[in-house]
């Protein structure tokens, strides 16, 4: 006996309510890898590895996440963002529960490194990692895909507490699993992210899921005060005009501007070439500010009580840029940039502003904070502009970005075309990086650290004009998609 259409709805609404939760929950615990600072001491105590051995586990971990981008998309937007959930589910119960299980094999009284307990670490912690990738896409896509109209909303707020994650995790850490004396217990720890990741991630494999539009609506009223909605002989109108509504028929409009559905499709487009270079820009030279923001610090005049003072309020600075721009950027875009994406039809609410304007507005930041760094910048206390501005302007590319991709190549191929996109970070993160540690590296005696703003007044004049080129790029495509975005 078919569902009456409440029960139909009543139905949908507990399904979403369920896709939320897991949604909140995957991305609280996707960010589990990020807490490796905490077991570090206690690696070290315990099986002996040098800082090379202890950067190469850590840089594996944060490696994962990329070099799968486009294929995890692809499998969020053949099978669903589950899919994912569960592949994120066996990732982490194998990579901590493996690591888990090395520590333990290691006999106490080792007095140098164990080759094979690096090696295996290594490994297990690019598992982890690859885990941390399938994570994020599940709870991303499935807020942007159940929320198409509020894209910015959903994807600011899903990629929000993702970057909470951490928090929550090192505050369990140090709760329950470390010990005034002894420090962190980094086997029970490692097997608890195991068992608790892996077991909200299965979670999500049942209810993680795009939650379908009744299927009784064959028509939707449309508010239209501006008049922008065509009608046309294939425009079903009912009742007539009446209070400047009207009734179309959803299967008449289509549902997004898809150019082409493969990947040699999406190469083919120049503007997906500008638009990588834009983001190569920004989240490149942003992620080597975050990384090595501790010795930009140390290069300038201290100000603060102490250097770890002043590097952990440049931290602070970053953080909450990062996270206010997140929950800000994406609401405002909705509300003055509406996606006109829908699953069943386009809905034409007024566009005040293009959504370029906000990928516009973060390469602006950019190079005014470069600017700053290259004019301004003597001393710590000046470096405030650096860590706002760069956390602004990252948070706000990362929120607007799924929507933006949604608008020019649809919704169909959204993660595959996000997940082809990330291979921006994951080339320009290490070619600006290296950089600013060559030309810090030529400015220090004997390998200690560089002293002066000579350390990376060159790097950031650098980074100045290519940013400068960025914002032109930006402004091409901002032209080009005037009347799309």
């Keep these: 006996m078919p569902l009456s259409a409440q029960s139909q709805s009543h139905w949908r609404r507990s399904q979403l309510a369920l896709a939320c939760v897991s949604i909140v929950a995957n991305a609280l615990c996707g960010g589990s890898i990020f807490t490796f600072s905490l ?40 099978y669903g963002p589950w899919a994912c959930s569960i592949i994120a589910s066996c990732l982490f119960f194998a990579g901590f529960g493996l690591s888990a299980r090395e520590i333990t094999n290691t006999p106490d009284d080792i007095t140098v490194p164990s080759a094979s307990t690096f090696h295996h670490l290594t490994i297990y912690f690019f598992i982890a990692g690859l885990g941390t990738a399938c994570s994020y896409f599940s709870s991303l896509f499935a807020a942007c895909k159940n929320f198409p109209d509020f894209i910015g909303i959903a994807s600011g707020t899903s990629i929000t507490l993702f970057g909470l994650s951490p928090v929550l995790i090192s505050t369990l850490a140090l709760t329950f699993f470390s010990h005034p004396d002894e420090g962190l217990d980094v086997t029970r720890f490692l097997q608890f992210l195991a068992f608790f990741c892996g077991a909200v991630h299965l979670f999500g494999a049942f209810t993680l899921h795009i939650i379908p539009l009744p299927e009784d609506h064959s028509s939707v009223v449309l508010e239209d005060p501006e008049g922008l ?16 509504t009207v009734e179309v028929e959803t299967g008449i409009i289509a549902a997004s501007p898809v150019k082409g559905s493969s990947v040699v499709d999406l190469f083919k487009d120049h503007h997906f070439w500008a638009l990588a270079f834009v983001l190569f820009v920004i989240t490149g030279s942003s992620e080597m500010v975050i990384s090595n923001i501790g010795t930009i610090v140390l290069s300038l005049t201290t100000v603060a009580p102490s250097t770890d003072v002043a590097t952990v309020t440049q931290v602070r600075f970053l953080s909450v840029a990062n996270t206010v721009s997140r929950l800000v950027v994406g609401p405002l875009a909705d509300f003055v940039s509406p996606t006109t994406i829908s699953r069943t039809q386009i809905i034409p609410r007024k566009r005040h502003v293009s959504r370029v304007a906000f990928l516009f507005f973060s390469i602006l930041v950019l190079v005014l904070t470069y600017l700053w760094m290259v004019l301004s910048v003597r001393s710590q206390a000046d470096l405030w502009a650096l860590s706002i501005g760069v956390g602004v302007a990252y948070g706000s590319t990362f929120t607007i970005l799924p929507s933006l991709l949604s608008s020019v190549w649809g919704i169909e191929n959204l993660a595959r075309n996000f997940g082809v996109l990330i291979y921006a970070p994951f080339i320009g993160t290490p070619a600006f990086s290296y950089l600013y540690a060559f030309n810090a590296a030529s400015h220090s005696n004997d390998g200690a650290i560089c002293k002066g703003v000579e350390c990376w007044s060159t790097t950031f004049s650098w980074y100045t004009a290519v940013a400068i080129i960025a914002c032109g790029v930006t402004g091409y495509l901002w032209r080009s998609w005037r009347d799309q975005v």
């Design 229 to 244: 909605v065509h009608i046309d002989e294939q425009t079903s109108l009912l009742h007539g005009e009446r209070n400047n």
């Design 39 to 78: 077991m570090s001491p206690a690696l070290v105590n315990h099986l002996k590895l040098t800082q090379p051995q202890l950067t190469t586990i850590a840089l594996a971990g944060m490696m994962g996440q990329y070099p799968f981008g486009a294929i995890i998309g692809k499998v969020v937007d053949k």
